[in-house]
């Protein structure tokens, strides 16, 4: 198993940046694919980005395209969600998650605790 715990939300004005940061424990870091998912008032989970477990190939939805880049630090057992030009409607709670890429091809067995961020206008 791997636990997962976000960092770095908080408030920002509309344009501004924010990096997340997501810190495993537990089993070998590089078992896992990672994502980052959000979910905001009212709606749904939605997917945000994701990550191979070597970095090497990312898939981001419409709505980060541009503004959003995942990365991870397999050394330091983190990945993390940079993103820019923040808009009100990302305003949301964003998750950390894991797939063990040996056990699932499509499930997010681990979340984090998610952490909050809030773009003001």
């Known amino acids: 198993q791997v636990q997962l715990v976000e960092s770095g939300g908080g408030l920002v004005q509309a344009g501004g940046s924010l990096r997340l940061s997501c810190e495993a424990s537990?089993?070998?870091?590089?078992?896992?694919?990672m994502a980052w998912f959000r979910q905001a008032p009212g709606k749904e989970r939605e997917f945000v980005v994701g990550?191979?477990?070597?970095?090497?190939?990312?898939v981001i939805s419409d709505s980060g395209k541009g503004r959003f880049t995942i990365s991870r630090d397999n050394a330091k057992n983190t990945v993390y969600l940079q993103m820019s030009s923040l808009k009100p409607e990302d305003t949301a709670v964003y998750y950390c998650?894991?797939?063990?890429?040996?056990?699932?091809?499509?499930?997010?067995?681990?979340w984090g605790q998610g952490t909050q961020v809030t773009v003001s206008s």
């Open positions: 998650a894991a797939r063990d890429r040996f056990i699932s091809a499509t499930t997010y067995n681990y």
């Open positions: 537990g089993r070998t870091f590089s078992r896992y694919i």
């Open positions: 990550i191979s477990w070597d970095g090497g190939t990312r």
